[in-house]
C-alpha cells in the first residue's frame, strides 16, 4: 500500500522571469486520497499544468524538477503523454460531449473496433476504418459505471442528465483507462448538491480502496478533512506545510494556507473633521456574474473609508462591483448615501457620481487600439457631457481640452508613454492600469470600485498604483471598493477588509487580524472557534445552482 | 441511442420540410393544367438521380462541425477538370466516365487539401470563407482554362479549344460520357414516361451504404466528436485539424465525383466550362436544409427528403407562377427567393441557437 | 530593416497595388493607343461612382458588426427610391423622345429619389440590425443571405411592380418593369457633369467627387461627436462601452441603419453615373468588390478609417478602369486572342475575393 503511484522533486517553473513553482515535492502513494490546498495563485493548477504535459508549460520553456509515475521517470510532454503514463483528471468542468450516450464519452477516443474488409486492405492504415465494437463499448462502460457503484443506463445520452451524474461519467471514463494509476479531482464538487458531494467522496474513498492514488484538489477545508489521507499546502509556489489527517485541524491548514508577514502599514493620516456616514449600503445582493456568483451579500461600506474585498477565485468577489455597476444580472437593494441605485443602468450609475475599475483590464477596461486620451476622457465625455463642444448626441469632442487633461494625467500619474496619443496597447500592464485609473479619477467619484489594480502590472508600478489610491482617498475623501486576490496588498492599505465566500460575506476583519481569521474565512466561512465540524448551511443552496464555469485558462500563476 | 421524441418536438423539427412539402403540393396543385403528374414524376426522378450524390456530399463536414460546405464548388471544379482531360482525349463510353471520376479524385485531394488547411485557420467562419474561397477559386480556374489552356497547357482536342487556340471553349459538348450510366440499367414506367436510371441509384446506394459505414468505424466516430466540441476532442488526444482535413476532402472528392454525374445526367450533356460549377454550392446546400438539415445536423434522409423537394418546386414554380400571375419570371424568381431565404434562414437560426447556448 | 517598417506603414495591399496602378498608367501612356486624359477621367468617374457606397461599409465595421455584405439589401432600397421618382415624374409630366427635364427638376428628382432611399434604407436597416443582434458572430454569413434574399425579394416586386410611366415598363406585352431603365432625361451623369471642366479630352467630375469627399467628411466628423464616439468604442470592445454606460444595441443598430441608407443613396449616386438604373439580379453581387475596394484601402474586418475609403476607392476602381481598355488596346494593336479580353475581369476577381480572403483568415489581436 505504501509505493508512491507519484512522486515530484523538485518542480519549478516560472513565467516570462516570474517564479510560479520555487521547488515543490510531492509525494502520492496508490491507495491514497491526498489533498492539496493553497490560496488562488499559490502554484496548484501551474503544478497540475505541469503533470498532465500541458502546451502552457512548453510554450513558456518547460520546468524544472522530476517526475515519477510508479517508480518510473516521466516527463510529460502532451496531455495523451500522462494519460499514456496513467494519470487521469477529473475536470472541474465537464468533458463531456452532451450528444453523445453515457457509452460513447466513456470511451471516447479509446473506442474498442473490429477490424473489417477495409481496415484489413489497407493494413496497418487502416486502423481508422475499424467498426466500432458497440457491445464491447457497452459492456466495459458497464463496468466501469458498476465499478464506482452507479446504475445508470449506459445508453442515455448525456444532455439531460444532473450535473452530479455527469460527473460520474467522467470518473467512470477515467476509472476505465485500463492503466489508471493516478486520478486528479480538481474541485470536484463546486458544482454538486451536498448529497451529491457526499456521494462522490464516499466514490472517491471506494476506488482508493481498490488502490488508485487520488490528488484531492480543493478550497472546502471540511471535506478535506473527511476524506484526505494526508495534506500538502502550499503557499506562494512553495510547500508551507504536510500534516497528516491525524494532526489536521481547520485552524492549521488555514493559517498554513495564509501565513505571510504583515506587510508594513505606512499611510498617511487623514484630514479631521469628516462626517461619518454610509456611503454604500447593500442588502441582499444578488449577482449572476458566470464564475463570480454573488449569492446574497449585505455589507455597508463607511464614507470615506477603504473597504478592502478578499477571497479566492471564483467565489464571487468580483462579482459585487461588477453587479452594483450593472454588468450583470442582479437583484436586490443597492443605496448610495442613502438613495436607492438603479440596478442594470450602468449610465444610470456612472452618472451617480461612482467610478468602476475593472478587474478585466484588457477586455473591459481599456480601449486597446485607441489612443490614451481616448481612454482617458471618452467616459467622462459620453456619461458627464464634459470635453464637448456644445451639447447633445452630436456635440463635436473637445480635442484640445481631451489633450491638456490627458497630458496632466500623463504627469500626474506618471504614465510612461511616448504622448497622449500613442495606442494604450503598446503600454506596460502597469502604465495600462494608471490609465483605467486616470479614466475612473476623470469622472471625480465619490464611490470608487476598483478590482484587482495590480493583476499583471510589476512590483515598482504596484506600489505606485496602490500609492495613488490612497492618496485619493485621503486627499478627496473618495470612498473606495478595493477587490484584490491579495491579501497582503489589501491588509496594507484598507481600513477593514471583508472576505467574501461562496457568494457571502463571511465575515469583516480589521487588516491586523491573525492569518488564521483570515485563512478560515477564505475556506467557506467555518468562523473563528466553530472549529471544522460544519460546511455552513448557506454553502448546501450555493452548491444547487452549479456555478464554475468559463474557466478554461490553464495557469493562475501567469 | 435518441431519446424518443415527442409530437411537438417532432412537428418542430421538421418544420422545414414539412412547409416545403405543402409549398409544392400548392405548386402542383397550381400547375396541374401545364404538366401531367407522371411527367413531373419522370422529371423529378432524373434530377433526383443527377443532383442526389452531389448533396450527399455536403454531409460529411457538417457531422465535422465545419457547417455547409460552401468550398463545395472546388470539388466540382475538379470533377469538371476530370471530364475536360477525357474529352481531351477524345474517350467516350462508360469507361470515359469512370475515368473523368477517376482524374478528378488526385486533383479534388490537391485542392481540398488547400481548403482544408484555410478552414482550419478560420475555425468558425469556415461557411463564409468557404463560399469566399469558391469565388477565389473560379478566378484562378478562369484564369488557367481561359488564359493558359492552350498556349501553356497543350491541348490534343482542339474542338475544345476556342477559335484562336487559346482557352477552352465556353461550352463543351459531353456526347461522349452523357446518359451513359443512366442508360446503363433503364427501367422504364408507365410506357416509358418514367425512365428509372438504376445504375445511377445504385451508385448513390452505394454512397449512401457507404457514409452509414464510415459514420460508425473508428475514424468516423472521431469526426462526430470533433464536430460536437473541439476542445474536448483535442484534450482527449485527437488531432483536431487532421479529421477536419479528412472531412473537407471527403467531401471535396464526393463533390466532384457529383458534379460528374450532375453534368452527365440524361437530358444535360453540355458543360459550361466557365458557370456550370457556380450555382452547384448554394443549390446543393439549399436542397439539404430543405430536407431539414441544419448547420449542425445532417443525415442522409435530409438529402434524400431535400433533394426530392427543392427539385419538385424548382419544376413546377415557373409553371405555378405563370398559371396564377401569367408570369414565368415570378416562379424563377420566388424559386430563387426561396433557396436564399432557406439557407439565410438556417443560418440566421443556428447564430441564435448558438448564442443561446 | 527600413524599408520593411515603411512598407508595413504603408500597407502591403496599397503599395503593391498602387505599385501595379503606375505599371498599367505608364504602359498605357506608352505602348497603347489610350487616351490618357480620357484614361484618367474614366478613373475618377469610376471612383466617384462607387465611393458612397464603400463609405456606407464604414459605420457597420465601426459599430463592430464587421463587413456589412448585405449591402443589397440598401441598394434596393435606393432602386425603389428611383423607381418611385421616376415613375411619379413620368406620370405627372411625360417627357417626349429625346427631351430631358430641366436641371432643377433633374436635381429635384435626384435628391427625392436619395432621400426615399434613405428613408426606405433606415427602416430596412434597423429591422436588419434586429436580425444582426440576434445573429451576433456570424453577421457576415447571414449579412450575405440577406443581400441576396433582399435581390431575389425585389426582382418579383419588380415584375409586380405598379408602373405606368411607359419608359420603365416593357413595350410590348412584358410584366413587369424593364431590365435596364435609362437615365437620360432624368439625372443622367447629373453629379458628374455638375461644376465639372474639362482636360484634354477628359473631364474632371466634380460635382460627384466633391459629393463624395462631403460625404466622407460628415462621417469623419460624426465619429468626433460624442454619439459617434460612443458608437466607435461600441465596436471596437462592447465590454468597454458597456462599462462606460454606453448602450452597446442601439449603437450596433444605429451602424447598420446608417449603414444601409448610405448604401441606398450609394447605389443613386452609382446609378446617375452609369447612366442607368439596373433592376433585378445586377446588384446581387455588387457588396463584394465594394468590401473590397474597403479592405485594400487598409480596413480590415475590424477597423475602417475615412482614409481606407478613399485610398481603396480609388485604387481599385483606377485598376480594374485601367485593365479593361488597357488589354483591349494591346490586343487590338498587337494581336492576340480574344481570350486575354477576360484578363480585366479574372484579375478582378482573384484580387476582390483574395483581399476578403485575406482579411477573414488574418489573426487580429
Known sequence: MSNPALVLRGIRKSYYGNVVLQGVDLEVRAGEIHALVGENGAGKSTLMNILFGMPVIHETGGFEGTIELGGTPVVPATPSDAMAHGVGMVHQEFMLLPGFTVAENIKLAREPSKPNVASRVLGPWGRGLESLDLKRMKQESRAALDRIGMSLDEWRPVAGLPVGHMQFVEIAREVDKENARLLVFDEPTAVLTESEAEELLATMKALAGQGIAILFITHRLDEVLAVADRITVLR???????????????????ELMIGRALPERNLPPRPEGRTPGVALHLQNLVVEMPGEEVRGVDLDVQEGEILGVAGLAGQGKLGIANGVLGLFPATGTVETSGSPLPLGDTLGVLKRSVAFVSEDRRQVGLLLDESIETNIAGTAAHVQGRFLKGSGPFALLDKSAIRAHAERMIEEFDIRCQGPTQAVRRLSGGNQQKVCLARAFTLEPSLLFVSEPTRGVDVGAKDRVLQLLVQVNRERGTTIVLTSSELAELRQVSDRIAVVSEGRIQGILPPDAPDVEFGLLFAGGTAAGRGGDAVPQDSVSARLDGDAVGRRDPGEGS | MRRAPSARGLLGQNLVPLLFAALCIAGIVAARDAIALEILAGDIVTRLGRNLFLVLSLIVPVVAGMGLNFGIVIGAMCGQVGLILVENAGWSGLGALGAAMLFSIPLSLVFGGLTGRLLNRAKGKEMITGMILAFFANGVYQMIFLLLTGPVIPLHNQKILLDDGIGLANTIDLAGTAGKLDHLLRISFLGGRIQ???????????????????????????LRTVGQDMHVAEISGIGVDRVRMRAILISTVLGGIGQILWLTSTGMGTMNTYSSHEQVGP??????????????????????????LFHTLFVVAPLAGQAVFGAVQIGEYFREFVAYAVIGVTLALHAWKSRRG | MNALALLKRLGLTR??????????????????????????????????????LVLALVPAVRAGVGLNFGLPLGMVCGLIGMVTVMDLAGRTMPLELGQAYGMGLQFGLLVSAMVLGALLGMIAGWLYSRLLEAVKGQEMMVGIYVGFGSVAGASILWLLFPAKNPELIWPLGGVGLRNTLVLDGYFQHLLDRFGSFTFGNGFFPTGVLVLWVLACAVLWLFFRTRIGAALAAAGANPRFAAASGIDVRSMRSLGVVLSTALAAIGIVVFSQSYGFVQLYKAPLLMAFPTVAALLIGGASVRNAKISHVLIGTFLFQSVLTTSLPLVNDLIAQHGGAKALANVPEIARLIISNGIILYALTRKES
Open chain 1, 236 to 254: 506562494d509556489g512553495a510547500v508551507a506545510g504536510r500534516v497528516d489527517r491525524a494532526d489536521a485541524t481547520v485552524e492549521k491548514i488555514a
Open chain 2, 283 to 308: 443549390y446543393a446546400i439549399a436542397a439539404i436544409l430543405v430536407g431539414g438539415a441544419t448547420v449542425t445536423h445532417a443525415t442522409i434522409w435530409h438529402a434524400i427528403l431535400g433533394t426530392l
Open chain 2, 196 to 222: 428509372f436510371p438504376l445504375a445511377t441509384f445504385l451508385l448513390i446506394a452505394l454512397l449512401c451504404l457507404g457514409l452509414r459505414w464510415y459514420l460508425r468505424t473508428r475514424s468516423g466516430q472521431q
Open chain 3, 15 to 52: 503599395t503593391v497595388l498602387a505599385a501595379f496602378l503606375l505599371g498599367l498608367w505608364v504602359l498605357s501612356a506608352t505602348a497603347s493607343s489610350l487616351d490618357m486624359t480620357i484614361l484618367i477621367s474614366d478613373c475618377l468617374v469610376r471612383t466617384g461612382m462607387n465611393g458612397i
